[in-house]
T-cell receptor, first 116, second 114 residues
Framework: AQKITQTQPGMFVQEKEAVTLDCTYD???????LFWYKQPSSGEMIFLIY??????QNATEGRYSLNFQKARKSANLVISASQLGDSAMYFC?????????????FGKGITLSVRP | EAGVAQSPRYKIIEKRQSVAFWCNPI?????LYWYQQILGQGPKLLIQ????????DSQLPKDRFSAERLKGVDSTLKIQPAKLEDSAVYLC????????????FGPGTRLTVL
C-alpha cells in the first residue's frame, strides 16, 4: 500500500482565493511527522510546514495551514490568499519511524496553478 | 547561511557512460541524503549518511550506483554504467540530525541518459 497518497489532478485557483491540497497517509507507527514541500520549476524542494503526530493543534506558517485529521489519516494543506508565485508542485511527505533511522517518504505531488 | 550546493545542474550522457554528482551540505549538518526524482513522481531516498557512515542504502541500486561522504562533509554520487531509466533529477538534502530535523534540499542535478 502506498504510504502517502495524493490523488488530485492538477489544481487551479484564482489569485487571492484559498485552496486545499489533499494528502492521506498510511502508517502503523504512533510517532511520525508530516511535511509539505513546494517544488517550483527551478527544481528545489522548499519546506512549507510540519505537523507532528502528537501535536494537538493544527500547524500554521503564515498563509499555510495543515488540516490534520489523525483518525482519518489525512493531512491536507490549506493555502490562503493564493499568489501567482504559489504556482508549483506540492509534495506531502511522512517521516517514520522516529529517531535516527527515520525516513522521509513522499507522495507523487500535486500541480497547483494560480490564475490572475 | 549558505544552502545545499549541488553540481552540475544539468548533465546529458549516453547510456553505459559514467557520471558523478557532487553535493556540499549546509555547514554543520551531520546528515546527508541523496534522492532520485523521476519525472511525475516524488523524490525517492537512495542513501542516507550520518557523518561519513551509511545509515540507509536499501534503495540504492548497488550494481551501478555508489556514493561516498569522505570526511563527513561533501558527498559524491556515481552511476556506472548509466541506463535510460536513470534519467531523473538527483536531489541532495541535509539536516542537523536524523529523525527530528527538517531536511534542506539543494537545487538538484537533472540527468538525461540518451
Amino acid at each position: 500500500a502506498q504510504k502517502i497518497t495524493q490523488t488530485q489532478p492538477g489544481m487551479f485557483v484564482q489569485e487571492k482565493e484559498a485552496v486545499t491540497l489533499d494528502c492521506t497517509y498510511d502508517t502503523s507507527d504512533q510517532s511520525y511527522g508530516l511535511f509539505w514541500y513546494k517544488q517550483p520549476s527551478s527544481g528545489e524542494m522548499i519546506f512549507l510546514i510540519y505537523q507532528g503526530s502528537y501535536d494537538e493543534q493544527n500547524a500554521t506558517e503564515g498563509r499555510y495551514s495543515l488540516n490534520f485529521q489523525k483518525a482519518r489519516k489525512s493531512a491536507n494543506l490549506v493555502i490562503s490568499a493564493s499568489q501567482l508565485g504559489d504556482s508549483a508542485m506540492y509534495f506531502c511527505a511522512m517521516r517514520e519511524p522516529s529517531g535516527a533511522n527515520s525516513k522521509l517518504t513522499f507522495g507523487k505531488g500535486i500541480t497547483l496553478s494560480v490564475r490572475p | 547561511e549558505a544552502g545545499v550546493a549541488q553540481s552540475p545542474r544539468y548533465k546529458i550522457i549516453e547510456k553505459r557512460q559514467s557520471v558523478a554528482f557532487w553535493c556540499n551540505p549546509i555547514s554543520g549538518h551531520a546528515t546527508l541524503y541523496w534522492y532520485q526524482q523521476i519525472l511525475g513522481q516524488g523524490p525517492k531516498l537512495l542513501i542516507q549518511f550520518q557523518n561519513n557512515g551509511v545509515v540507509d542504502d536499501s534503495q540504492l541500486p548497488k550494481d551501478r550506483f555508489s556514493a561516498e561522504r569522505l570526511k563527513g562533509v561533501d558527498s559524491t554520487l556515481k552511476i556506472q554504467p548509466a541506463k535510460l531509466e536513470d534519467s531523473a533529477v538527483y536531489l541532495c538534502a541535509s539536516s542537523l540530525e536524523p529523525g527530528l530535523a527538517e531536511q534542506f534540499f539543494g537545487p538538484g542535478t537533472r540527468l538525461t541518459v540518451l
